[in-house]
């Protein structure tokens, strides 16, 4: 599938042959090279791209754990992070992951938005299970990030959506 905004495609991990290029990727490039984990950094297209097609996106969060599965089959050791895919943590992978990247995550837009203010509520409950961090605009941001158990880091210039 086509992801004109982005100019990428988003890969069919239920494809046996696809999702061995991925591990083999793994093998070869993070554990062969002695890197401690894997981020997986287009995790949340499963809930961006296919929250109308319930079974498709189904289909992928079952393709997606069964990936997760066989990363952490050939070394349990590599920590897995994911970024965005709140709903695919919560209905599929929060057991098979240690970390979330919330990116933008922004105290103006944050403090005033039911979706963000849900989702803190939920990352802070599962903190026993995985690390939330977040990339922030600003000083003020990051101190919030803190303050609510996550892991901040600054990044002034996000110009994903310009």
Known sequence: MKI???D???MNLADEHYRGIVVNKVKQQIIGKGIDGVFLDTAGDIDDYFYNQPATQEKFREAYANLLKEIKSIDSNLFLIQ???FETIKNTSLNLIHGVLWEDFNKQVITNDKWSQNWMRYF????NKIVTFTVTPDNVSK???FTNGFIATINPNDIYDK
């Open 124 to 127: 802070k409950q599962q903190s």
């Open 4 to 6: 004109e905004q982005w």
């Open 83 to 85: 970024n965005w895919g």
């Open 143 to 145: 101190e919030y990030s």
């Open 8 to 10: 990428t495609y988003i």
